[in-house]
């Protein structure tokens, strides 16, 4: 089965900063990958996903990387606002697992003002 | 319109009750999801439903049981639940045609006493 790990459960950032996000995840037929925002009350909110055939996107504020070698990919906010502050979750998921994605165990983002 | 919206937010409910939650959705999407998620963990898939039809059951216990009346609509009946069935269930939607953004409702918070 897909395991799918955060490396820090808790990140603090000076409000400005970058923040950077990591997950692990270990099934290596995984070609889908998704960061969700989770704020305390609310569902899960889209910020970015990426394919394997890319190892790297950009959006607004945000960039994801994708390392296939080492099953590792990330999250990196610029600019780290106290709007940021919330539960970030990776996601993973395959092809062969149309629409079945694995969450990861979250990171919570602490940005310091 | 881009949201997805749950009823009701809250709920209480003894455990020889039934009840059932309701999640709709107007944005065309033709898969629809059922997740929980329990304090501080990542949200965990119940079920699929891809175009009315369930696609993925991931071994959830009989005393819940999804429905999918119409594309927008996805009700989760709930009966004879346990103390330890309290969580937040999220409903989500995303265009049918493999691996892309789910979109999340804000959840029910459940407590089964």
């Known amino acids: 089965g897909e395991s799918v790990g955060l490396h820090l459960p808790t990140l603090s950032v000076q409000e400005g900063d970058n923040s950077i996000i990591n997950c692990a995840y270990s099934?290596?037929?995984?070609?889908?990958f998704i960061w969700y925002k989770q704020e305390s009350g609310k569902g899960p909110q889209f910020i970015i996903d990426?394919?394997?055939?890319?190892d790297k996107r950009q959006g607004q504020r945000v960039t994801v990387l994708l390392n296939k070698t080492v099953k590792h990919l990330s999250l990196q906010i610029a600019a780290t606002q106290p709007g940021d502050s919330a539960v970030y979750f990776c996601?993973?998921?395959?092809?062969?697992?149309?629409?079945?994605?694995?969450f990861g165990t979250g990171t919570k983002l602490q940005v310091i003002p | 319109d881009t949201e997805v919206t749950q009823t009701p937010k809250h709920l209480v409910m003894g455990m020889t009750n039934k009840k059932s939650l309701k999640c709709e959705q107007h944005?065309?999407?033709?898969?629809m999801y059922w997740y929980k998620q329990k304090a501080k963990k990542p949200p965990e898939l119940m079920f699929v439903?891809?175009?009315?039809?369930?696609?993925i059951n991931e071994s959830v216990p009989s005393r819940f049981s999804p429905e999918c009346p119409n594309s927008s609509l996805l009700n989760l009946h709930l009966h004879a639940l346990q103390p330890e069935d309290s969580a937040l269930y999220l409903c989500?939607?995303?265009?049918?045609?493999?691996?892309?953004?789910?979109?999340f409702g804000q959840g029910t918070r459940l407590t089964v006493v």
């Open positions: 996601a993973v998921g395959n092809s062969g697992g149309y629409q079945k994605v694995t």
């Open positions: 990426i394919r394997s055939n890319m």
């Open positions: 099934n290596s037929a995984s070609d889908y």
């Open positions: 944005m065309g999407h033709r898969a």
């Open positions: 989500a939607s995303s265009p049918s045609g493999g691996n892309t953004e789910a979109f």
């Open positions: 439903y891809s175009y009315e039809k369930l696609s």
